[in-house]
């Protein structure tokens, strides 16, 4: 816990390591970009037509605007939401991808794939109104996959499906009325990007609200990422696995899923089980699958594979000397691995046409031999093994259990267990009894403005101690399970005493082989909808609209375009979210006002910066207790 570079013990070796080999890893490059120009910090700086750069010097006549006269407020408001449009996108396509990969299924197109969660199915197409009764599960899922894929498209005047399939009608009025309730992701997105061109929309506050209007589109992509996902590889049960580089074997042909989108990564789980053979054949013990950033965390809820480390330590990977591919598909994958794998014998596998690092292995992912293309990774992994050198490996010592695989449908089995006819009751009544305190979600990626997963382990072990249930997705959910904190001893350790009552009862109930976690992941970043779910369950149970129940998010180290669109749509739903970075709305009073109180009056949700780790975890406790005294004074 001494390096201030990051909390995770198995890293601090890794970078002194990098610096023997004299190579400059992402620590290296966050500290050289240090001073931070103040413009660009502050969120002042416009970019969007060739007369800029443009910055905002206050005090300067005439370079108080913009040349086109652009305010602050404009211009902050513009920038802050293009982030929004970036992230729906990534977000969305993922979601459209998958989509298109359940209509060739149902269209008998595919032969690698097929409907593995036939229960799940059904009770997507009940929920977003395709009919099913009598109904061959392949029609029924070519029904539901066209729904999803409609979401794109869309032009008239009707309301955007999952996002109304899933929210409550006090949210969705709210929705409505400020109208902000998408009817097609492309249009919104295509409408926010024309909004914000130059010489466009000034108005700060009609910009904001075509922005959240886009991040709902975010979270429409994501929560129909998430049902077809399951519907197509199966929805996420208890699995009990390990996580920290440590989970990198020595003797093993060590293959690295990295990205997000779990397509070709399902498929490499499959083809390892069938090739441990040509593994052993070519002198390892086995074939060893570990998971980096989301594709990680698909592969850990649905097959449980390990979790090697999470996005801002994902070059340490490679400096094991032990990683013999790291095969790649979209988002949040550094350019940097493929210069780091050349001091070794490491092959980058680029997989999608949107996706490539110039000098890496290119391997064209096509559905229609997804089967084979694991393969060929597999072979290519097996051959780089063949060439290791053996005196490059390093790997630390460092792993810890993690119980994983909690979907929402996997914890309500739980509360199943307790509580048959209403299982979310289970969650509601200890809330209500002041057991605990309410729920936390924890989201988001790494951020090297800060020590790296220190503000995730810290605001996270002072939630629990303070009787908060937490779920946790993403990058958060992989610093947990580095951190010992995805499993029973992180309990004992760091709960306080109502939320280790309510966690023994589950754990009495459950009856796994493992003891129930500190936090309980609910799989990748697509899978905060699942979260959402289980807000809105709650919000029904108690009968609250969403802004009154006692759920909080926090993204302790947001990075990406798509966290900014996670954290809006989290505000547009009615929930508070703490940000651990200070977001580029601060060269605005006004729009800085507009998203942390303003926006509070209108949805219920608001945004709050805070970097001191301590301090963010008070502010959360305050809120959550706030909102149970409200409550209990309505009563
Ligand atoms: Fe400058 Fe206006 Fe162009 Fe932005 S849009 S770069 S403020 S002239
Ligand atoms: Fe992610």
């Known amino acids: 816990m001494s390096d201030k570079r990051t909390i995770d013990v198995a890293a601090t070796p890794m970078l002194d390591r990098a610096k023997e080999i004299g190579f400059l890893t992402t620590f290296d490059r966050a500290k050289a970009q240090e001073p931070r120009c103040t413009f660009g910090n502050t969120g002042i700086c416009c970019r969007i037509c060739l007369q800029g750069p443009c910055r905002i010097l206050p005090k300067k006549p005439g370079g108080n605007k913009g040349i086109c006269g652009a305010m602050d407020y404009t211009i902050v408001a513009r920038n802050i939401v293009r982030y929004i449009a970036g992230g729906s996108a990534a977000h969305s396509d993922h979601g459209r991808h998958i989509a298109e990969t359940v209509l060739h299924v149902a269209e008998g197109k595919l032969k690698d794939y097929q409907i593995t969660d036939a229960v799940k199915l059904i009770a997507v197409a009940k929920k977003i109104g395709v009919e099913t009764e009598g109904r061959d599960v392949l029609a029924v899922a070519k029904d539901v996959a066209t729904a999803a894929l409609d979401e794109f498209g869309r032009v008239n005047e009707d309301e955007i499906t999952w996002l109304t399939a899933n929210s409550n009608e006090s949210t969705l009025d709210v929705l409505r009325k400020t109208n902000i309730m998408p009817s097609g992701i492309n249009l919104s997105l295509a409408q926010l990007l024309h909004q914000t061109h130059a010489g466009n929309d000034a108005d700060p506050v009609n910009i904001i609200f075509g922005g959240l209007k886009a991040a709902l589109c975010d979270y429409d992509g994501m929560a ?18 390990e ?6 074997k020595a003797d093993k042909v060590n293959i690295a899923l990295h990205g997000h989108n779990p397509l070709l990564s399902q498929m490499v789980v499959k083809a390892a089980k069938e090739m441990q053979g040509e593994a052993k054949t070519a002198g390892a013990a086995g074939i060893n699958l570990v998971g980096i950033c989301c594709t990680g965390n698909e592969v850990l809820t649905r097959e449980g594979v390990a979790i090697a480390t999470n996005f801002a330590t994902q070059e340490l990977a490679i400096l094991t000397g032990a990683m013999d591919a790291m095969v790649v598909d979209v988002q949040c994958i550094m350019p940097s691995l493929r210069s780091l794998a050349e001091c070794y014998h490491t092959k980058i596998i680029t997989t999608m046409p949107i996706m490539k690092i ?21 072979r290519l992994a097996i051959d780089a093994y063949k060439v290791r050198d053996t005196e490059k490996v390093c790997i630390p010592d460092v792993r810890n259990t993690v119980v994983a695989g909690f979907t929402l449908e996997s914890l309500l089995n739980i509360f199943k267990k307790i509580n048959a006819d209403a299982p979310i009751r ?21 951020n090297l403005k800060g020590t790296h997963d220190e503000n995730h382990f810290t605001i996270a072990t002072e939630l629990a101690k303070n009787d908060v249930f937490i779920v946790a997705t993403g990058c958060a959910a992989q610093a947990f399970g580095k951190e010992g904190l995805l499993n029973g001893d992180g309990v004992q350790k760091y709960a306080g005493e109502g939320l280790k009552k309510f966690i023994a009862r589950l754990n009495a109930a459950a009856g796994l082989t493992a003891e129930l976690p500190l936090i309980f992941h609910m799989g990748s970043c697509v899978d905060n909808s699942r979260a959402q779910d289980l807000a809105n369950m709650m919000a ?45 709305t601060v ?9 942390t109180k303003v926006a509070e009056d209108v949805f219920g949700g608001f945004f709050f910066w805070e970097t001191d780790p301590v301090k963010a ?9 706030e909102r149970n005294w409200k409550n209990a004074m309505r009563k």
């Open 587 to 595: 060269g605005s009073t006004l729009v800085n006002d507009v998203v």
């Open 224 to 241: 129909l990422a998430t049902d077809l996902s399951d519907i197509l590889f199966g929805t996420g049960v208890p699995v009990v696995t």
């Open 358 to 378: 110039p000098g890496s292995y290119h391997l064209a992912f096509d559905e229609h031999r997804a089967l084979d293309s694991a393969k060929e990774i597999i």
């Open 617 to 625: 975890a008070t502010r959360l406790v305050d809120i959550l207790e």
């Open 540 to 584: 029904k149970e108690m009968g609250l609209d969403n802004r009154d129940v006692p759920y909080v998010a926090s993204a302790p180290e947001a990075m990406s375009e798509k966290a900014v669109a996670i954290g809006s749509w989290n505000v547009a739903l009615g929930n508070p979210v703490h940000v651990g970075v200070v977001a580029p």
């Open 243 to 248: 996580a920290n580089l440590g989970a990198i």
């Open 426 to 446: 289970v969650l509601t009544d200890a809330i209500e009894a002041g057991e605990i305190k309410g729920v936390a979600l924890f989201a988001g990626c790494n």
